[in-house]
């Protein structure tokens, strides 16, 4: 059974309603869609169960394909079993699903009351609307699997190739699969050919063309694809937009229906083509020959009586099953009516059909669709049907008329005589008795028994329609037998008489029961011999296909048995497996019939639902050429080929991602947490990892695991992984020269923390680590797997790497120092930018901010290259310091009201500052006190030379006490700020140009107080610090690196004030 996947509309997705299912049957139309096994089908059912026992059935399907493990491994964990219409799969289900009781095809028939969704649309299922809600929400995802099935490659291109079953489209396999072997309609969609259409074309001629395209490309790809299976979804969906626009909307597609709508859609491509080369219009197109139509069609004579006779096109065969037992029958009786005139549905028959010509292939369609007016349900008629690899049509011909009409006449004949003879014996197997009735022969043998109580011969007496008793039953009583009745009085002559007259009954009734079976037998095999002869034995047909469906009315599976007859073969295809088998199989699987398996009826049996004849004398529809593809083509074969290989390296990469993550896992709970990874910077994935480090060289890192990415599949990961890593440390490898020769207008150190630790001459292991560690941290996109399995395989390393103790200390401490560096820039960076908008007094405070924590670096002196360029940071300075001071003498010469608070309580602090720094900064305070004390000496005594004496009192004092800032820094894109400010600097001020040695002559004078920008001076300082902190100040670490911690690399973080 099969759905459509049309959407039903919202509107109409109100009402519940709940209905009994037979659990095999939802069962088997879960699996159809899922591909899932039974087992796993039947636990989730149970799990989905409410507190009443029913479950909805697209919450089943639902939870199946959510399953992330499942979607993953839908394919690649199916097992093939021994029958082949049931292909299942081993996959586990997730461990949220409860697990339920395993179903057993062979245990008592389970009925649920299963909640469905009841749309108010006009015939149709509640059940169908469920499953096509479903498949909705299904099907792409199945459609996206990629397994080990689709990458399966056949050993050569004679192997025949599969149909992947896409979701619920075995409909659709096993008729391609059957009309693509036959070599004659290959080549005519393989050759189908578009040309420009001088016309405008209608909608169902626009969608046969481009379903037979598509079918085309199909049919290249199962001719020429190295593929064991091809995935035919592309097909599947240009028919499903063509279903309305023919007239056609089915929800469940039958394979022979299917058949017939594919066959038209060709011929009405070819028509549309024949309609343009010929230039005609609809009302000659007659005069075109349709290649389709060729081979598809015949001709029959419609006689309705001695006068009357037309004629009329034969496509396909429709054959009811009812009261026809074989293939023969069924066409005698759908063509000129049954010979039997005893049969249930015979009646008086007004016309016979006649074949005048006969299709080169002929579809027969055997009808098991029973639909009953009274229960408004359609049932499946299971009943056996013979069919058989030859078959004569010559009794059906015109030409065999006469012929035909004389064996008709015999064979009625030969039929009242079989009935006749049937019905005197059943007058002897069913002698009425009362309401029941009983074998003549078992009757006298009771009455013989009964009165002698000897048996009259060791067959025990049954009633006709006695029913076989189970084993059980038949053991109990040989173990008890029954206790003999007699008479209580019987005469010497009545006993006599008994056994003299009763066994010559019994001899005589058995006799005549025997030759009536003979003759019965006789009469048979004259009918099935009756049309035995050569005249009737020249037009034969071979049996090329048979599409077989397992299942009930509503659902089941379809599949194909294929004769080949290159190979003299038969072959079994079942949606992706094609296997070979044996015509025995063939016939088993497609005769039907009520079986019975552990004592009761098993109506699951297969059964054939088409047949495909070829004619024997059609050399072209049976034997196959060589084909060459043309270039649109090979240009479909060459995508798919690329397709196919991104295919297998997706599945080769599925598998290598899933190793590495089961020995993270593994690792993880087998292995304590290395105390490396405890530390902020590794906090775990769940916590935020130090983005201030990653973040800038994400770039960076993803380009160079970009470039040998593609080698993933080709070398050993960790091998290939290291020399990534090796190449990314040379690329950052520079010296202090090189760092030095760059500066003042470019920074290296801000590029990469590589360069930083290569700078400051740090052991080959923590640049290791710290590489691995940024891999392993670094965001990646979710749909590039092989950079995640770089991260992965960078997790696996870390694990493995061995640090003591003092070096993961060392190890933090190089990420904090850098931290911290980078930090000092952003805060330099900061005041350059205020500084630049005349906003002196917040940007002293960050150049304040700035020179406090790189004077801790420079401090450790361990590693001299951990601190910024302290003479470009100590001019920046000064230079803000003497604007400012500018500013505010110029104001306060012109300005009577201004007032020097401003200067008091936030120049004054951070100019002190300048006293515990360097000589320069030092000189540089006593040319400010030399212009304040100038002025001074201009003005004459009043209120504001009160003010100033305040001021200078201030400013000559020694510091004391210390000074806080609190600021928020931006560490976003500082290498492009960095180099943008340098040069930005340069520009403003030009007295920044020179070198150090003009620097260091020049005397710290008015006039040359802006100094050089060019080589960098180490200047050492001892920081005084007071003992006493302000309750909202946090102790500090004696290294410095506690405030630098809260930088953030795309926000502006608050940065905790240094003492001035």
């Not at 030859?390 to 012929?403: G, V």
């Not at 094609?578 to 019939?593: N, Y």
Request: charged residues 25%.
């Amino acid at each position: 059974m099969t759905v459509d996947t049309a959407a039903v509309p919202d509107n109409k997705k109100n009402n519940l309603s709940i209905t009994k299912r037979d659990r095999r049957d939802v069962i088997r139309q879960v699996r159809e869609i899922t591909g899932l096994d039974e087992n796993s089908i039947n636990q989730t059912i149970e799990a989905c169960k409410d507190g009443t026992g029913r479950y909805s059935l697209e919450q089943v399907i639902s939870l199946l394909f959510d399953d992330s493990h499942i979607r993953n491994n839908l394919q690649r964990a199916a097992q093939p079993t021994n029958n082949p219409s049931q292909p299942t799969s081993n996959v586990p289900v997730n461990n949220q699903i409860a697990a339920g009781p395993t179903y057993d095809r062979n245990n008592e028939t389970i009925t649920d009351d299963v909640i469905e969704l009841s749309p108010e649309i006009e015939n149709q299922q509640p059940t169908d609307d469920e499953l096509e809600r479903a498949l909705l929400l299904s099907r792409e995802t199945m459609e996206q699997i990629i397994d080990e099935s689709d990458i399966a490659e056949r050993k050569n291109l004679d192997e025949p190739a599969g149909l992947k079953n896409v979701g619920n489209t075995c409909w659709f396999n096993s008729v391609v699969q059957a009309l693509y072997t036959l070599p004659y309609f290959r080549r005519l969609i393989l050759n189908f050919q578009y040309p420009t259409i001088n016309r405008s074309l209608a909608d169902s001629e626009q969608q046969a063309i481009c379903f037979t395209e598509e079918l085309r490309y199909l049919f290249a790809l199962m001719l020429k694809s190295p593929r064991r299976s091809v995935n035919p979804d592309r097909a599947i969906k240009k028919f499903k937009n063509t279903r309305k626009l023919c007239g056609v909307d089915f929800s469940h597609e039958d394979c022979s229906e299917f058949a017939a709508h594919l066959i038209d859609l060709v011929e009405l491509a070819y028509e549309t083509i024949g309609k343009n080369l010929l230039n005609i219009d609809n009302a000659t197109s007659i005069n075109f020959i349709n290649p389709v139509n060729t081979i598809v069609s015949g001709e029959v004579i419609v006689e309705r009586n001695e006068n009357i006779s037309i004629q009329e096109a034969l496509r396909q065969i429709n054959i009811q099953m009812i009261d026809s037992s074989n293939i023969y029958d069924g066409l005698e009786t759908l063509l000129l009516g049954s010979a039997d005139e005893s049969l249930s549905n015979q009646q008086s028959i007004v016309e016979q059909r006649w074949l005048t010509r006969l299709p080169p292939v002929l579809f027969i369609c055997l009808n098991r669709y029973h639909f009953s007016q009274a229960t408004k349900q359609a049932s499946k008629i299971i009943a056996p049907f013979e069919f058989y690899p030859e078959l004569y049509l010559d009794r059906y011909m015109l030409i065999n008329k006469n012929l035909t009409l004389n064996k008709r006449n015999i064979a009625k004949t030969l039929y009242a005589q079989l009935h006749e003879l049937e019905n005197t014996l059943n007058s002897y197997l069913k002698y009425p008795c009362n309401d029941e009735s009983f074998a003549l022969a078992n009757a006298i043998r009771v009455v013989y028994e009964f009165a002698t109580g000897c048996r009259l011969n060791p067959t025990p007496p049954k009633r006709i329609d006695t029913i076989s008793v189970d084993q059980t039953t038949a053991n109990r009583v040989r173990q008890h037998p029954p206790v003999p009745i007699q008479p209580s009085h019987i005469s010497p002559e009545e006993l006599q008489f008994i056994q003299n007259s009763l066994p010559v009954w019994l001899t005589e009734v058995e006799a005549k029961c025997a030759n009536i079976r003979e003759e019965i037998q006789r009469l048979k095999n004259e009918l099935k011999q009756l049309y035995d002869e050569a005249q009737l034995k020249q037009v034969r047909y071979t049996l090329h296909a048979v599409c077989v469906h397992e299942g009930s009315a509503n659902l089941g599976h379809f599949w194909t048995y294929v004769y080949h007859n290159d190979r003299q073969k038969w072959y079994r295809y079942n949606d992706n497996e094609v296997c070979e088998t044996t015509w025995e199989d063939v016939l088993d699987a497609g005769i039907g019939g009520q079986r019975t398996q552990n004592n009761r009826d098993e109506p699951r049996v297969p059964s054939a639902y088409l047949l495909v004849y070829i004619n024997a004398d059609q050399k072209s529809s049976s034997d196959d050429v060589h084909y060459e593809l043309p270039v649109d083509l090979q240009r479909v074969l060459d995508d798919d080929l690329v397709l196919l290989q991104q295919q297998i390296e997706s599945i080769k990469l599925e598998q290598l991602h899933s190793d590495l993550k089961s020995i993270c896992d593994r690792i993880d709970k087998q292995q304590t947490v290395h105390r490396v990874l405890t530390i902020p910077f590794f906090a775990g994935p769940n916590a935020p990892s130090d983005s201030e480090i990653v973040k800038p060289v994400v770039d960076s890192t993803l380009r160079i695991l970009k470039a040998y990415a593609s080698k993933i599949l080709s070398a050993e990961v960790d091998r290939l992984l290291q020399e990534i890593v090796e190449k990314e440390i040379k690329t950052y490898l520079h010296t202090a020269n090189m760092i030095t020769s760059a500066l003042p207008h470019n920074d290296y150190r801000l590029q990469h923390i590589l360069s930083f630790l290569s700078v400051n001459r740090v052991d080959s292991i923590y640049r290791q680590r710290v590489m691995y560690d940024i891999i392993r941290l670094t965001t990646f996109p979710n749909d590039d797997i092989r950079l995640r399995i770089f991260k992965l395989q960078a997790q696996i390393i870390c694990n493995e790497m061995q640090m003591t103790n003092d070096e993961v200390q060392e190890y933090q401490k190089l990420l904090v120092d850098y931290k911290d560096f980078r930090s000092v820039i952003a805060a330099f960076l900061a005041g350059c930018q205020l500084m630049n908008e005349d906003k002196f007094e917040d940007a002293i405070t960050y150049f304040c901010v700035a020179c406090e924590y790189n004077l801790r670096l420079s401090k450790q002196c361990t590693l001299p290259m951990r601190a910024m360029d302290s003479c470009l940071l100590f001019k920046a300075r000064r230079l803000c310091f003497e604007r400012w001071n500018d500013v505010v003498i110029n104001r306060f010469k012109t300005d009577p009201d201004y007032r020097l608070d401003t200067m008091t309580h936030q120049f004054l602090p951070c100019l002190m500052q300048l006293k515990l720094s360097s000589e320069e900064d030092q000189a540089y305070i006593s040319e400010i006190q030399r212009v304040w004390c100038l002025l001074l000496d201009k003005l004459e005594p009043t209120e504001r030379s009160l003010s100033l004496e305040e001021f200078l009192q201030r400013l000559l004092e020694q510091p004391i006490g210390q000074h806080y800032h609190s600021v928020s820094i931006n560490k976003h894109q500082l290498v492009e700020r960095y180099d943008e400010a340098v040069r930005d600097l340069i520009h403003r001020y030009p007295s920044f140009s020179g070198n150090t040695t003009d620097q260091q002559q020049q005397s710290p004078n008015r006039t040359n107080r802006t100094s050089v920008l060019t080589a960098p001076v180490q200047i050492p300082v001892v920081i005084q610090q007071s003992n006493r902190l302000p309750e909202n100040m946090p102790a500090i670490d004696p290294r410095g690196s506690s405030p630098m911690q809260q930088g953030d690399d795309e926000q502006e973080s608050p940065l905790p004030p240094p003492s001035s």
